[in-house]
Protein backbone atom coordinates (compact mmCIF):
# COMPACT_ATOMS: atom_id res chain seq x y z
CA UNK A 1 0.00 0.00 0.00
CA UNK A 2 1.09 3.34 -0.41
CA UNK A 3 1.27 5.76 2.26
CA UNK A 4 2.03 9.31 1.25
CA UNK A 5 -0.26 11.21 -1.25
CA UNK A 6 1.05 14.06 -3.45
CA UNK A 7 -1.02 17.17 -4.40
CA UNK A 8 -1.70 17.66 -7.26
CA UNK A 9 -1.38 14.70 -9.39
CA UNK A 10 -0.27 16.73 -12.34
CA UNK A 11 1.00 20.38 -12.29
CA UNK A 12 1.54 22.98 -14.84
CA UNK A 13 3.41 26.53 -14.48
CA UNK A 14 5.04 28.67 -17.08
CA UNK A 15 9.27 28.70 -16.73
CA UNK A 16 10.43 31.11 -14.15
CA UNK A 17 7.32 30.47 -11.53
CA UNK A 18 7.70 29.12 -8.17
CA UNK A 19 6.08 25.06 -7.92
CA UNK A 20 4.80 23.97 -5.30
CA UNK A 21 3.86 20.37 -4.56
CA UNK A 22 2.62 18.73 -1.34
CA UNK A 23 2.46 15.17 0.84
CA UNK A 24 0.89 13.75 3.24
CA UNK A 25 1.35 10.29 4.96
CA UNK A 26 -0.11 8.44 7.36
CA UNK A 27 2.06 6.91 10.40
CA UNK A 28 5.08 8.49 12.00
CA UNK A 29 8.19 8.84 10.29
CA UNK A 30 11.99 9.06 11.01
CA UNK A 31 12.69 11.17 7.63
CA UNK A 32 10.87 12.39 4.45
CA UNK A 33 12.49 12.42 1.59
CA UNK A 34 11.59 14.10 -2.32
CA UNK A 35 12.95 12.36 -5.43
CA UNK A 36 12.73 13.10 -8.55
CA UNK A 37 11.84 10.58 -11.93
CA UNK A 38 12.15 11.58 -15.45
CA UNK A 39 10.19 9.79 -18.09
CA UNK A 40 9.77 6.58 -16.01
CA UNK A 41 13.81 6.22 -15.16
CA UNK A 42 15.67 6.09 -12.12
CA UNK A 43 14.94 8.05 -9.60
CA UNK A 44 17.26 10.95 -7.69
CA UNK A 45 17.53 12.19 -4.27
CA UNK A 46 16.34 16.13 -3.72
CA UNK A 47 16.26 16.65 -0.03
CA UNK A 48 16.03 14.48 3.06
CA UNK A 49 14.15 16.25 6.10
CA UNK A 50 14.13 14.76 9.86
CA UNK A 51 11.27 14.06 11.56
CA UNK A 52 12.54 17.11 14.24
CA UNK A 53 13.28 19.30 11.28
CA UNK A 54 10.64 22.22 10.11
CA UNK A 55 12.35 23.49 7.13
CA UNK A 56 15.15 22.78 4.84
CA UNK A 57 16.84 24.48 1.67
CA UNK A 58 19.46 23.21 -0.70
CA UNK A 59 19.48 25.31 -4.14
CA UNK A 60 16.12 26.04 -5.46
CA UNK A 61 14.23 24.05 -2.89
CA UNK A 62 12.75 24.33 -0.13
CA UNK A 63 10.82 21.77 2.10
CA UNK A 64 8.78 21.98 4.65
CA UNK A 65 7.64 19.49 7.37
CA UNK A 66 4.84 18.93 10.17
CA UNK A 67 4.22 16.20 11.63
CA UNK A 68 1.73 16.68 13.59
CA UNK A 69 -0.11 17.73 9.98
CA UNK A 70 1.70 14.76 9.11
CA UNK A 71 2.07 16.52 5.74
CA UNK A 72 5.30 17.68 3.78
CA UNK A 73 5.68 20.60 1.09
CA UNK A 74 8.26 21.00 -1.69
CA UNK A 75 8.64 24.56 -3.21
CA UNK A 76 11.05 24.83 -6.39
CA UNK A 77 11.47 28.10 -7.23
CA UNK A 78 12.31 30.15 -10.15
CA UNK A 79 11.07 27.01 -12.19
CA UNK A 80 13.39 25.75 -15.72
CA UNK A 81 12.38 23.39 -18.57
CA UNK A 82 14.75 20.93 -16.54
CA UNK A 83 12.80 20.50 -13.77
CA UNK A 84 9.94 19.03 -15.63
CA UNK A 85 9.45 15.47 -14.30
CA UNK A 86 7.42 13.87 -11.42
CA UNK A 87 8.08 14.43 -8.31
CA UNK A 88 7.49 11.64 -5.43
CA UNK A 89 8.09 11.97 -1.25
CA UNK A 90 8.75 8.95 0.12
CA UNK A 91 9.04 8.51 4.16
CA UNK A 92 10.26 5.50 6.53
CA UNK A 93 8.77 4.47 9.12
CA UNK A 94 9.92 4.43 12.52
CA UNK A 95 9.94 0.59 12.81
CA UNK A 96 12.59 0.42 10.30
CA UNK A 97 13.45 -2.54 7.85
CA UNK A 98 10.08 -1.47 5.92
CA UNK A 99 11.79 0.36 3.23
CA UNK A 100 10.44 3.46 1.96
CA UNK A 101 6.76 4.13 1.76
CA UNK A 102 6.18 6.57 -1.74
CA UNK A 103 2.94 8.43 -2.50
CA UNK A 104 1.52 8.18 -6.18
CA UNK A 105 3.65 11.35 -7.34
CA UNK A 106 3.22 14.80 -8.96
CA UNK A 107 4.13 15.66 -12.63
CA UNK A 108 5.28 18.41 -12.92
CA UNK A 109 5.43 20.69 -16.65
CA UNK A 110 7.18 23.19 -17.07
CA UNK A 111 6.43 25.21 -19.91
CA UNK A 112 9.23 27.30 -22.21
CA UNK B 1 24.63 9.07 -12.28
CA UNK B 2 24.29 7.10 -9.42
CA UNK B 3 26.91 4.24 -9.73
CA UNK B 4 24.45 1.67 -9.63
CA UNK B 5 23.56 0.14 -12.94
CA UNK B 6 20.45 -2.47 -13.78
CA UNK B 7 20.76 -4.82 -16.50
CA UNK B 8 18.35 -5.56 -18.98
CA UNK B 9 17.35 -2.40 -19.25
CA UNK B 10 13.91 -4.07 -21.17
CA UNK B 11 12.31 -7.64 -20.89
CA UNK B 12 9.46 -8.93 -22.41
CA UNK B 13 8.42 -12.24 -21.01
CA UNK B 14 5.43 -14.70 -21.11
CA UNK B 15 3.14 -15.58 -18.14
CA UNK B 16 4.45 -18.68 -16.36
CA UNK B 17 7.66 -18.01 -17.06
CA UNK B 18 10.77 -16.63 -14.84
CA UNK B 19 12.74 -14.07 -15.05
CA UNK B 20 16.20 -12.61 -13.31
CA UNK B 21 16.93 -8.92 -12.66
CA UNK B 22 20.26 -7.63 -12.21
CA UNK B 23 21.70 -4.65 -9.92
CA UNK B 24 25.16 -3.57 -9.52
CA UNK B 25 25.53 -1.71 -6.21
CA UNK B 26 27.99 1.17 -5.41
CA UNK B 27 31.42 -0.35 -3.55
CA UNK B 28 30.88 0.10 -0.48
CA UNK B 29 27.34 0.50 -0.01
CA UNK B 30 25.94 -2.90 1.91
CA UNK B 31 22.76 -2.57 1.57
CA UNK B 32 20.51 -3.00 -1.59
CA UNK B 33 16.64 -2.93 -1.72
CA UNK B 34 14.14 -3.25 -5.02
CA UNK B 35 11.29 -1.41 -5.57
CA UNK B 36 8.41 -2.05 -8.31
CA UNK B 37 6.90 0.70 -9.88
CA UNK B 38 3.70 -0.07 -11.82
CA UNK B 39 2.38 2.66 -14.32
CA UNK B 40 1.47 5.53 -13.10
CA UNK B 41 2.09 4.73 -9.48
CA UNK B 42 4.90 5.30 -7.00
CA UNK B 43 7.70 2.62 -6.49
CA UNK B 44 6.30 -0.06 -3.83
CA UNK B 45 9.07 -1.48 -1.61
CA UNK B 46 9.81 -5.45 -2.56
CA UNK B 47 12.79 -6.56 -0.10
CA UNK B 48 16.04 -5.11 0.97
CA UNK B 49 19.37 -7.28 1.48
CA UNK B 50 21.73 -6.08 3.92
CA UNK B 51 25.45 -8.30 3.79
CA UNK B 52 24.02 -11.02 1.49
CA UNK B 53 20.85 -11.28 4.05
CA UNK B 54 17.42 -10.50 3.67
CA UNK B 55 16.35 -8.24 6.28
CA UNK B 56 12.80 -6.53 5.40
CA UNK B 57 10.25 -7.38 2.99
CA UNK B 58 6.81 -5.67 1.79
CA UNK B 59 4.16 -7.09 0.49
CA UNK B 60 4.77 -9.33 -1.73
CA UNK B 61 4.46 -13.26 -2.56
CA UNK B 62 7.24 -15.61 -2.08
CA UNK B 63 7.86 -16.32 -5.62
CA UNK B 64 9.44 -12.68 -5.43
CA UNK B 65 12.87 -13.56 -3.91
CA UNK B 66 16.41 -12.40 -4.11
CA UNK B 67 20.22 -12.42 -3.37
CA UNK B 68 22.79 -10.49 -2.72
CA UNK B 69 26.26 -11.19 -3.50
CA UNK B 70 29.72 -9.70 -1.78
CA UNK B 71 30.77 -8.02 -4.60
CA UNK B 72 27.96 -5.61 -4.46
CA UNK B 73 26.02 -7.55 -7.14
CA UNK B 74 22.29 -8.26 -6.60
CA UNK B 75 19.72 -10.04 -8.14
CA UNK B 76 15.74 -10.18 -8.44
CA UNK B 77 14.36 -13.22 -9.39
CA UNK B 78 10.13 -13.86 -9.93
CA UNK B 79 9.02 -17.20 -10.68
CA UNK B 80 5.69 -17.99 -12.00
CA UNK B 81 5.07 -14.47 -13.67
CA UNK B 82 1.84 -12.68 -14.00
CA UNK B 83 0.35 -10.40 -16.29
CA UNK B 84 0.19 -7.52 -13.10
CA UNK B 85 3.87 -8.48 -12.69
CA UNK B 86 4.70 -5.68 -15.37
CA UNK B 87 6.30 -3.60 -14.39
CA UNK B 88 9.55 -1.10 -13.60
CA UNK B 89 11.86 -2.65 -11.46
CA UNK B 90 14.18 -0.25 -9.20
CA UNK B 91 17.04 -1.13 -7.40
CA UNK B 92 18.34 0.73 -4.53
CA UNK B 93 21.90 0.44 -2.80
CA UNK B 94 23.07 2.76 0.07
CA UNK B 95 25.56 2.51 2.73
CA UNK B 96 23.30 2.58 5.36
CA UNK B 97 22.95 0.14 8.43
CA UNK B 98 19.59 -2.62 7.76
CA UNK B 99 17.79 0.35 9.83
CA UNK B 100 18.52 3.57 7.80
CA UNK B 101 16.79 5.00 4.98
CA UNK B 102 18.91 7.77 4.36
CA UNK B 103 19.74 8.89 0.60
CA UNK B 104 18.73 6.33 -1.54
CA UNK B 105 20.97 5.87 -5.43
CA UNK B 106 18.72 4.26 -7.49
CA UNK B 107 19.99 2.40 -10.59
CA UNK B 108 17.86 3.39 -13.92
CA UNK B 109 15.59 0.01 -13.43
CA UNK B 110 14.51 -2.79 -15.36
CA UNK B 111 11.03 -2.18 -17.65
CA UNK B 112 9.57 -5.99 -17.25
CA UNK B 113 6.53 -6.60 -19.99
CA UNK B 114 4.40 -9.54 -19.31
CA UNK B 115 2.05 -10.97 -22.34
Known amino acids: SQQGEEDPQALSIQEGENATMNCSYK?????LQWYRQNSGRGLVHLIL?????REKHSGRLRVTLDTSKKSSSLLITASRAADTASYFC????????????FGKGTHLIIQP | ETGVTQSPTHLIKTRGQQVTLRCSSQ?????VSWYQQALGQGPQFIFQ???????GRGNFPPRFSGLQFPNYSSELNVNALELDDSALYLC??????????????FGPGTRLTVL
Open chain 1, 90 to 101: ATDAERGADGLT
Open chain 1, 27 to 31: TSINN
Open chain 1, 49 to 53: IRSNE
Open chain 2, 27 to 31: SGHNT
Open chain 2, 49 to 55: YYREEEN
Open chain 2, 92 to 105: ASNPDTPFGYNEQF
